[in-house]
Nanobody, 115 residues
């Protein structure tokens, strides 16, 4: 069993910054923390930033140049540095991990950007 926990969300004014963290735990080997997704009210969950299999990063067009994803593979931890936040970034942010072919999601962390 894998547990995924996100943290770091909050309320911030437009133009501000937040740093999200995600830790996946429960196994000593084999967990792959894939990336960040978000879901705004009334909308489908969407990709924000992820790591490809080869380690390259992949960003949604809407966050390119503003968000930076990073990770510590040994610690099963990833981060999302979010700069120049906009009201349209308001959403619950989720971290996705995989282990032994199964997908795991955290409970999410709320990010609210006020105008």
């Amino acid at each position: 069993q894998v547990q995924v926990m996100e943290s770091g969300g909050g309320l911030v004014q437009a133009g501000g910054s937040l740093r999200l963290s995600c830790l996946a735990s429960g196994s000593t080997f084999g967990i792959n923390v894939r990336g960040w997704y978000r879901q705004a009210p009334g909308k489908l969950r969407e990709l924000v930033a992820t790591f490809r299999t080869n380690g390259d990063t992949n960003y949604a067009d809407s966050v390119k140049g503003r968000f930076i994803i990073s990770r510590d593979v040994a610690k099963n931890t990833i981060w999302l540095q979010m700069n120049s936040l906009k009201p349209e970034d308001t959403a619950v942010y989720y971290c996705r991990s995989t282990y032994s072919g199964t997908e795991y999601w955290g409970q999410g962390t709320q990010v609210t950007v006020s105008s």
